[in-house]
C-alpha cells in the first residue's frame, strides 16, 4: 500500500496513511466547509516533508512543529523517537489534531497551542519545558509561508523558539504566491537567517516513482533548510 497524494484524498476522513512500510497512521480531517479554520486536511507539502525526515533522519531528539494541521509530520517524528511538540491554534487542535495524535499515538507528542500573532511567544508558553535549559534540535513548518501579514509574525516566533542554539529549520510548502514566498526568504535574510532549498527529487524522486504518482502530482512543492546565525 502506498500513500495517495493529497488531492486525491480530502473527501477521505478517517484517512489511512501509510507512513512508513511498518506505520499506517488514521488522519481525520475536515474539509473546509465543516471547519472554522484552514489546515484541517492534509496537505502535499506536509506529506513529503514527513516522507523526507523518514528518510533522511536528522539528528537530535527534539523537535517543534508550527502550523502542524493533522498532524502527520509530528506523527513521524515520533515514529522515530523524536520528542515532539505539535502546535497550531486551538480550533485546528481541537478539529483534527488532538484527535490525530491521540489515536496515533507514537513517541512523545505534546500538542500545545500556539499563535504567532501574540507578542509573547515564548519558550515559557510550552508545556513540559524548563524555560532556562530549553532547547530544540529541530523546527519543522509545512504551508506556513502563505500570508504577507503573518511574515513579521512567523519570523518573530522563528527567532524566539530558535534561542541560541540555532536549530535546523525545515519549511515546506506549494509555491502558489511567489511573491509571498520570495519576501519571507528576503525578510528572514535580514533578520540572520540563511536558507538553502533542498533537491526532493534526488532524495525522494524514486520512492515517489513507486509509488505510482506523477510529476505534476508532487513537483510543485519546495523544502527549504534554514539557520539562524546567532554569532554576535
Not at 14 to 21: A, E, G, M, S, V
Not at 152 to 164: F, K, N, V
Request: aromatic share 8%; glycine share 6%; proline share 4%.
Amino acid at each position: 500500500m502506498f500513500p495517495l497524494p493529497a488531492h486525491a484524498t480530502k473527501d477521505t476522513s478517517p484517512l489511512n496513511y501509510p507512513l512508513t512500510p511498518s506505520h499506517t497512521v488514521q488522519i481525520v480531517q475536515k474539509a473546509p466547509l465543516d471547519s472554522v479554520s484552514t489546515g484541517t486536511t492534509l496537505y502535499l507539502s506536509s506529506q513529503l516533508l514527513a516522507h523526507y525526515l523518514q528518510e533522511t533522519r536528522p539528528r537530535g531528539s527534539k523537535a517543534i512543529e508550527l502550523g502542524a494541521g493533522t498532524g502527520l509530520v509530528s506523527l513521524a517524528l515520533g515514529i522515530l523517537g523524536w520528542q515532539v511538540w505539535a502546535t497550531d491554534l486551538s480550533n485546528v487542535i481541537d478539529d483534527v489534531l488532538r484527535v490525530n495524535i491521540d489515536r496515533n499515538r507514537h513517541g512523545e507528542i505534546i500538542v500545545q497551542e500556539l499563535d504567532w500573532t501574540r507578542e509573547n511567544c515564548q519558550w515559557t508558553g510550552m508545556q513540559g519545558i524548563d524555560a532556562d535549559t530549553a532547547h530544540v534540535d529541530l523546527i519543522t513548518g509545512a504551508d506556513c509561508i502563505y500570508s504577507m501579514e503573518l511574515i513579521p509574525h512567523l519570523l518573530r516566533t522563528l527567532q524566539s523558539l530558535c534561542g541560541a542554539r540555532s536549530p535546523l529549520i525545515l519549511m515546506a510548502f506549494e509555491r502558489r504566491d511567489s511573491a509571498v514566498i520570495d519576501t519571507f526568504f528576503a525578510q528572514s535574510n535580514l533578520l540572520g537567517f540563511t536558507s538553502k532549498k533542498i533537491n526532493l527529487r534526488r532524495i525522494l524522486g524514486r520512492q515517489i516513482t513507486r509509488w505510482g504518482w506523477t510529476a505534476e502530482d508532487w513537483q510543485g512543492v519546495e523544502l527549504w533548510s534554514m539557520r539562524l546565525n546567532t554569532k554576535s
